[in-house]
């Protein structure tokens, strides 16, 4: 079992930005990959961005690409989430995802990854 802990969420001016991070615990040597989710208020989650295990494959949903920025040394590391030039769109409850033992799930609304976090809000305004 894998569990995650996120913080710095918080509140921010339009412009503004914030990283967050998603420190992982358990039994991480399996994790494949993991990744940032997003879920506003009436509307589905969607994902941000995938990192996969080392760290030399990411993929952003196309409202991320140029403005966030996801990093981690390796599988065992925190994981960071660098927002810039927030929006007031951008506002929404964060979740990190873990995967682990086998293919990482495709799911643009992260069906399928085995552990997430607890969420922490991100408000622009």
């Known amino acids: 079992h894998v569990q995650l802990v996120e913080s710095g969420g918080g509140s921010v001016q339009v412009g503004g930005s914030l990283k967050l991070s998603c420190e992982s615990s358990g039994n991480t040597h399996g994790i494949v990959c993991m990744a940032w989710f997003r879920q506003a208020p009436g509307k589905e989650r969607e994902a941000v961005a995938t990192?996969?295990?080392?760290?030399?494959?990411?993929y952003y949903a196309d409202f991320a690409k140029g403005r966030f920025t996801v990093s981690q040394d390796n599988a065992q590391k925190p994981m960071y989430l660098q927002m810039n030039d927030l929006k007031p769109e951008d506002t929404a409850t964060y979740y990190c995802?873990?995967?682990?033992?086998?293919?990482?799930?495709?799911?643009?609304?992260?069906?399928?990854?085995?552990?997430w976090s607890q969420g922490t809000q991100v408000t622009v305004s």
């Open positions: 990192i996969y295990a080392g760290g030399s494959t990411r």
């Open positions: 995802a873990a995967h682990s033992w086998s293919n990482c799930p495709r799911s643009p609304s992260g069906e399928g990854f085995r552990y």
